[in-house]
C-alpha cells in the first residue's frame, strides 16, 4: 500500500478504535471554522419550540436559535485564510477537459460488488436533507472553453454554469473569503421529507391525527409544476428518491398512528412534533449503524459507527465520553463552534458514480426481469411515470438486487456528462462538480490533504499502483500535483482500508463531520429520552433498523430478505451483518 496513507486498521480493533477517536478529537480541536464575523441573533424560543423540531431548523440551539438554521452560512473545515477561491486558475487545468479525459465511463460501468444499489439512492436521499446552495441567476455564468472536437450539443466554443450567489457580507466582513447559505436546514431532522420552512411544511401535511399526505392509492401526491412527487426537497429526482420518501412518509404516518393509540387526546400538532422525532432518529439510526458500515464494510469501522449511537458499553448513564456511552442521549458538544454543514463535508459527498446507466425492474417473487430502463427514464417526471407502473416492493427489490458504481475515476454516469438544461444547451455534471469545489474555495487535493492532516503526495504515482492511470493524471494536470482536484485525487485513491467504498481523504471529514451532526444536535443529546421522545416512540427506534423498516412497509419482501443482515448488501446472497 503507499506510504502516504494511514494504516490504523492493521493494529487490531482496540489500537484501530483508539486511533480513530484520536483522529476524531483532533479534527474537533482544529478543523472546524465559522464563517460568520457576527453570529445572527434570532428570536428567543418559547413553547412548542422547546420540544419540538421547528420548520426552519431555528432554536435547535436555545443559546443561539438561529444555529442550523435555513438560510444560514456553510462552515469550513479548514482555515478561512484557505479558502480564497483562485479565479486566475478557475479554469485552469480545463474542468472539461479533465471530465472528459478522467471521469468518462468509456468502458460500462465499474460496479462495487458488495453493495446493493439502495446504498445510491439512500445517500442522495440524505444530501437532500443535508444541504443545498443557492444559484445567482443574475450574474455572467462561468464560462469554460469547449475544444474543437466537443461532442457537447451546444452552440459555441463555451459551456456555461451559472455562479453560486454568495450570502452578503457585513461591513465588518469585507476583504474575507466568500461564504454560501444553506438553503435547507443543517440538523438531521427530515428536512427533505418535511421541507425547511413553514409554508412547505404545510403542503406535505394533513392536519389530520399527525399525518403526511398521501393520495388515496397510497402515493404522494404529485408536484404539478415538475411532474414529481411533492415532498420536502425534490430537485434533482429520480426514481431511487422517490421510493425512499414514499417509504419514509409510510413511516411517518406509522408512527403518527401508534402515537394516537397511545395518546387518544393529542392534538394534531402534538402527535405530528413527536411523529416527526421519532422518523427522523429512525433516519439518522439508519444511517450511522447500517448504510454507513455497509459502504464502509470494515468490522472497525462497524464498531466506531455503533459507539457513535450507543457507546462500547451501552447503559442508562453517560460519562460525557461519547466513545464509552455514545452520543445519543449524553450531553450536547460544539467544541465552540456554531453547528453548521461544511463546504467541505459537501465537497467530499460528490459521489455521482455510484450512478448507474441502467436500471432492470424485477417482480419480487419470481425474479423475472420485466423491463429495462435508462437513467434518463428514471429521473424527473419520468419517475412518476415508473412509480404508476411498478410496485413498490418491486421497485426495491429490483434496487437491492443491482450494484452501485464504484466511486473511481473514468466512471462517470454517461447521462450526466451530457445533460440537457434549458435554453438547449448541454452541460457535464462532472465539470460542474470541479468548477464548484474551485469557486467556493475548497482547497485542491493536496493542500486540502495537509489542512486535514494528512500527508500530501510527492507524485501521482502516490495515488494509485495503476501506473497508467497515474500518467495520465500527470498529463492531464501537467506534472503539478498542487494542481490536482479534490475530487478527481479522491475517486483516484487507488489505496483503501479494506471493504472501504471511498478513499481516505474523504474519510477523513467522514470521521470528523458523522459524529458531530449527532454530537450538536439536542434532539440527539439531551433532549434523546422519554419525556421528548415518548417511551413508545424510544422503543420504536430502538427496535428499528433498515430491513425492520422495509418489512413493516413490505411485509412481502420477507423471503427476498432472508439471510440479509443488512438490506444494503446484495439481496442475491446470505449475509449477516
Not at 97 to 114: K, W
Request: proline fraction near 6%; include cysteine.
Amino acid at each position: 500500500m503507499g506510504t502516504i496513507y494511514m494504516k490504523w486498521w492493521v493494529y487490531g480493533t482496540l489500537i484501530g478504535l483508539l486511533l480513530l477517536l484520536n483522529n476524531r478529537c483532533k479534527l474537533e480541536e482544529n478543523n472546524l471554522f465559522d464563517t460568520y464575523v457576527e453570529f445572527p441573533s434570532a428570536p428567543q424560543c418559547e413553547g412548542r419550540a422547546i420540544t419540538a423540531r421547528s420548520e426552519d431548523g431555528s432554536c435547535n440551539d436555545l443559546d443561539q436559535p438561529a444555529m442550523g438554521r435555513a438560510g444560514m452560512r456553510m462552515g469550513r473545515n479548514v482555515p478561512l485564510e484557505s479558502t480564497y477561491p483562485d479565479l486566475e486558475n478557475l479554469m485552469n487545468p480545463n474542468p472539461r477537459d479533465i471530465s472528459r479525459e478522467l471521469l468518462t465511463r468509456d468502458n460500462g460501468i465499474q460496479e462495487v460488488p458488495f453493495l446493493n444499489y439502495l446504498v445510491v439512492a439512500w445517500i442522495q436521499f440524505q444530501i437532500h436533507d443535508w444541504f443545498n446552495h443557492r444559484f445567482d441567476d443574475a450574474a455572467p455564468p462561468h464560462q469554460v472553453p469547449l475544444r474543437g472536437d466537443d461532442p457537447l450539443p451546444n452552440a459555441g466554443d463555451t459551456m456555461l454554469i451559472t455562479k453560486n450567489l454568495p450570502d452578503p457580507q457585513l461591513s465588518s466582513e469585507a476583504g474575507r473569503p466568500p461564504a454560501y447559505a444553506n438553503t435547507e436546514t443543517a440538523w438531521w431532522d427530515l428536512s427533505q421529507l418535511y421541507g425547511s420552512s413553514a409554508n412547505k411544511n404545510a403542503e406535505v401535511r394533513s392536519f389530520v391525527d399527525g399525518k403526511l399526505k398521501l393520495t388515496p392509492d397510497d402515493r404522494l401526491p404529485v408536484d404539478p409544476s415538475k411532474g414529481v412527487s411533492n415532498t420536502g426537497f425534490n430537485e434533482n429526482w429520480w426514481l431511487g428518491l422517490d421510493i425512499f420518501h414514499t417509504l419514509f412518509t409510510y413511516e411517518h404516518n406509522a408512527v403518527a398512528t401508534m402515537l394516537k393509540s397511545h395518546y387518544p387526546d393529542w392534538s394534531d400538532q402534538e402527535i405530528y412534533d413527536h411523529a416527526r422525532l421519532i422518523t427522523s432518529a429512525v433516519q439518522a439510526k439508519i444511517h450511522t449503524i447500517d448504510w454507513t458500515p455497509a459502504i464502509l464494510d470494515n468490522n472497525i469501522l462497524k464498531r466506531a459507527m455503533n459507539a457513535n449511537w450507543e457507546g462500547f458499553f451501552p447503559s442508562d448513564f453517560h460519562t460525557g465520553n461519547g466513545a464509552i456511552s455514545g452520543l445519543m442521549g449524553g450531553p450536547t458538544e460544539l467544541h465552540g463552534v456554531p453547528f453548521s454543514l461544511t463546504e467541505e463535508f459537501t465537497a467530499v459527498y460528490r459521489m455521482h458514480p455510484l450512478l448507474r446507466d441502467d436500471f432492470e425492474v424485477r417482480d419480487h417473487n419470481s425474479h423475472q426481469l420485466l423491463e429495462t430502463l435508462t437513467l434518463d427514464e428514471i429521473s424527473f417526471a419520468n419517475a412518476t411515470n415508473v412509480m404508476d407502473n411498478h410496485s413498490l416492493a418491486d421497485l426495491f427489490y429490483s434496487f437491492g438486487h443491482m450494484h452501485p458504481g464504484s466511486l473511481t475515476l473514468n466512471n462517470y454516469p454517461n447521462l450526466l456528462m451530457n445533460f440537457p438544461v434549458d435554453g438547449g444547451q448541454h452541460i457535464d455534471l462532472g465539470a460542474v462538480d470541479i468548477v464548484r469545489d474551485r469557486e467556493r474555495g475548497v482547497p485542491r487535493y493536496n493542500e486540502f490533504r495537509r489542512l486535514i492532516h494528512l500527508n500530501p503526495i510527492n507524485d501521482f504515482t502516490d495515488l494509485t499502483p495503476d501506473t497508467e492511470l497515474a500518467e495520465r493524471l500527470r498529463e492531464v494536470y501537467n506534472d503539478d500535483v498542487e494542481a490536482l482536484d479534490l475530487m478527481i485525487g479522491s475517486f483516484a485513491e487507488g489505496y483503501r482500508p479494506p471493504g472501504y467504498g471511498f478513499g481516505e481523504t474523504s474519510f477523513q471529514v467522514f470521521i470528523l463531520m458523522a459524529s458531530r451532526r449527532l454530537h450538536a444536535d439536542r434532539f440527539f443529546t439531551e433532549y434523546y429520552n422519554d419525556e421528548t421522545y415518548t417511551p413508545q416512540g424510544m422503543a420504536w427506534i430502538e427496535n428499528t433498523r433498515i430491513n425492520d423498516l422495509l418489512l413493516r412497509h413490505m411485509p412481502e419482501l420477507a423471503s427476498a430478505l432472508e439471510g440479509v443482515g443488512n438490506a444494503f448488501f446484495p439481496w442475491d446472497e446470505e449475509r449477516s451483518f
